[in-house]
């Protein structure tokens, strides 16, 4: 069974606020922290374009000083009352390089008193890697994160062996926003890659930062992709390669028409491409995946306690979404303790995860709790295929959001069946059909009392399930509801039922 956090920090959870100073754009999240779970619960962004002077001028653009400090500016009033440790604020390449970066921050203390900390290249690298194991424990490979102003390379290699480098290599270093030379920046591109090439070689990127999270998106609507989520979806590598000789052919006018991407990002999207074009080149890229998280959620994981990094965060994040609306704490944990046996013995389908998801399965037992019950199947169902949730594939979001579903219906299939359809084989969505209707075998048998639970098992036996009770405890096992749910689960397995 899968360790839990501390469901009394959990209770009571936190706030951690953290802003943003990049090259482009100046940024204040504040999160909620629950254990290991991370939700973003306030997100506010100006794009100030600090760092698109940089490369004529070597100092930061007046107009995006303004910007920025008028964003510092409310963003203090904002969080007026916090205390200082729980507001992080840092800046980036673009503060990091100009020459009137010192005379920016010393404005920015004496106008806001926040007290910005300007991270180094290595630091930067660090944090974007750290932001991508936050969002996805087992990430491997290389990460790249794309600022304004510079690139960040680093190898995933643990919690304490990160290898990073940070190159000149964003959109406003590269030229942005003037109109791309196209041979000209591959060449530089070429030439500032070629000394690294071999040491971040990887069949699988993690790809950081708003510049590539549209490139994404763009790539979803292209293939018509029915599932809009960015974190962790996954490009392969000459699709990526394709989309990108697409966007760097495209004039601003040309990207303009393309509906769903964001305006405030025409000058410098076909530099970012053209980055992605090389990178995949000069790396051997097989595989892009897109992470949400990057810098800000690095941060927030360091300043974790080591217990509580080692927690799995969709187990976690799954724990959390429903105790805030559940009504039976510790049901889960219960749940997943009784029918776990039960599909350990099934073949695994899912490369090592299938005890992972169905911890997380388990944990969203009572999402629908405080939902209309002719409504709650497609109301889970659509949640979690929705809900900002880490440390699961595309794959998995549909599989659990099809066990949520089945939870609580009987039905066939969910309403909106396409949107999984493309991403779930038809043996996983039979797995999720049957892990749903065990949840709710269990819930109904206890009445979601996990104490009750511990008074019966489910087992395989042979070519049948059985379902059965503890002496003196058999009453439990009568009623049409019980006969029925057993039924449902039985047939999911394809197996015969005998109860008693």
């Known amino acids: 069974m899968w360790p839990r956090g501390d469901s009394s920090g959990r209770a009571d959870g936190r706030q951690a606020a953290v802003i943003d100073v990049g090259s482009n754009s100046v940024r204040l999240v504040i999160y909620r922290v629950d254990g290991r779970a991370l939700w973003t619960i306030y997100n506010e962004k100006v794009v100030a374009g600090l760092g698109k002077d940089l490369t004529s001028t070597r100092r930061l653009s007046p107009d995006g000083v303004e910007a920025a400090v008028g964003a510092l500016r409310r963003f203090r009033a904002l969080l007026e009352g916090w205390r200082a440790e729980e507001v992080t604020a840092c800046a980036t390449a673009a503060v990091r390089e100009a020459a009137d970066g010192k005379a920016f921050l010393k404005r920015v203390m004496d106008e806001t008193g926040l007290e910005v900390r300007v991270l180094t290249g290595e630091e930067e690298a660090r944090y974007a890697a750290l932001g991508v194991v936050c969002g996805q424990p087992d990430a491997q490979g290389v990460v790249g994160d794309l600022g304004g102003s510079s690139l960040e390379l680093v190898r995933l290699n643990g919690f304490n062996n990160i290898e990073g480098v940070t190159l000149p290599l964003g959109p406003f270093a590269l030229g942005a926003p003037k109109p791309m030379n196209l041979e000209r920046t591959r060449r530089l591109i070429d030439d500032r890659l070629a000394p690294l090439a071999s040491r971040y070689s990887s069949p699988e990127f993690h790809a950081v930062g708003g510049a590539w999270r549209n490139l994404a998106l763009l790539h979803m609507q292209l293939v018509k992709y029915p599932l809009h989520v960015a974190h962790q979806y996954e490009i392969g590598g000459a699709d990526a390669l394709d989309l990108a000789r697409f966007v760097q052919r495209q004039s601003r006018s040309s990207l303009e028409g393309i509906e769903g991407l964001s305006k405030k990002r025409f000058d410098t999207l076909p530099y970012a491409a053209a980055v ?225």
């Open 276 to 500: 992605l074009d090389r990178l995949i080149e000069r790396l051997g890229i097989e595989k892009i995946v897109i992470s949400a998280y990057g810098v800000r959620e690095g941060l927030l994981l360091e300043a974790m306690p080591p217990e509580v990094r080692q927690l799995n965060p969709l187990i976690e994040g799954c724990e959390a979404l429903v105790a805030h609306r559940g009504v039976a704490p510790g049901l889960g944990q219960a749940i997943e303790a009784w029918i776990g046996p039960l599909f350990e013995a099934l073949p695994q389908l899912f490369d090592g995860r299938d005890g992972v998801l169905l911890a997380a399965a388990c944990r969203l037992a009572d999402l629908g709790a405080f939902l209309h019950p002719d409504h709650r199947a497609d109301l889970a169902f659509e949640q979690v295929l929705r809900a900002p949730l880490a440390d699961m594939t595309h794959a998995e979001r549909a599989f659990l959001a099809n066990v949520a579903f089945a939870r609580h219906s009987a039905a066939p299939q969910p309403p909106d069946a396409s949107a999984v359809g493309r991403v779930l084989t038809p043996e996983r969505r039979q797995r999720a059909r049957a892990i749903g209707a065990a949840i709710r075998l269990a819930c109904d048998l206890s009445a979601r009392n996990a104490r009750l639970l511990e008074k019966s098992a489910v087992t395989i036996r042979g070519d049948r399930l059985s379902l059965t009770a503890l002496a003196a405890w058999e009453d439990m096992l009568l009623g049409e509801q019980t006969t029925r749910r057993a039924q449902a689960l039985a047939q999911a397995l394809k197996l015969k039922l005998e109860m008693g």
